[in-house]
């Protein structure tokens, strides 16, 4: 076993991170121990197979599409802890009472926009919608079905008529769902 308290989280690092995320210092504390129980190679960072391990990221027909946007912003296949809290900022619950650029709803709105754009070329063709309706409902759903559902989106929200959605177009369509009460996780103090 590695020696944890070389990789112990400094008071500076803290509120760093509780500036830039927005969660609170207990909060940040609480997850860097998540965080840390699930680095199995005991060396600050995790890897996806750290991430797969999570029995709902598992089983969520979307996980591999949610385990991906923790490394957006990774240089090479590892995460480290700050890099794993701006994640997580993106689902906090909207502040009524400061602004966090992470925890904006366009943030959230991008960070969904991601999960079906898989090219990532900034739009969503019909061949990325149907994959994603696959990974989200399996052999459910005929494939006639599945062609009939990604069809008629691209048609409600493609207003450019490339047959792609854009993430402008992408915001228009999905304006009168609650983004924040659908992207927020509590988490605890």
Do not use: W
């Amino acid at each position: 076993m590695g020696n944890k308290s070389s990789l112990m989280l400094q008071e500076e690092e803290v509120a760093a991170i509780l500036d830039e995320t927005g969660f609170s210092a207990a909060q940040i504390v609480r997850l860097y121990s998540r965080f840390t129980s699930l680095d199995k190679g005991d060396n600050g960072v995790l890897c996806r197979e750290d991430f797969l391990r999570i029995p709902e990221l598992a089983i969520n027909p979307l996980g591999d599409r949610i385990v991906h946007a923790f490394f957006q912003e990774s240089q090479d296949d590892t995460v480290n802890f700050r890099q794993f809290m701006r994640v997580l900022a993106r689902f906090r619950p909207l502040s009524k009472v400061k602004d966090n650029k992470l925890n904006s709803k366009h943030e959230k709105l991008k960070f969904a926009f991601r999960m079906y754009d898989l090219d990532e070329d900034n739009k969503i063709n019909r061949s990325e919608l149907l994959a994603v309706l696959h990974m989200m409902v399996g052999t459910n759903i005929s494939e006639e079905q599945l062609g009939s559902i990604a069809d008629r989106t691209i048609t409600e929200a493609d207003t450019d008529g490339d047959s792609m959605i854009s993430f402008e177009e992408f915001c228009k369509a999905v304006d009168r769902l609650d983004v924040d009460q659908k992207m927020s996780i509590r988490f605890l103090n």
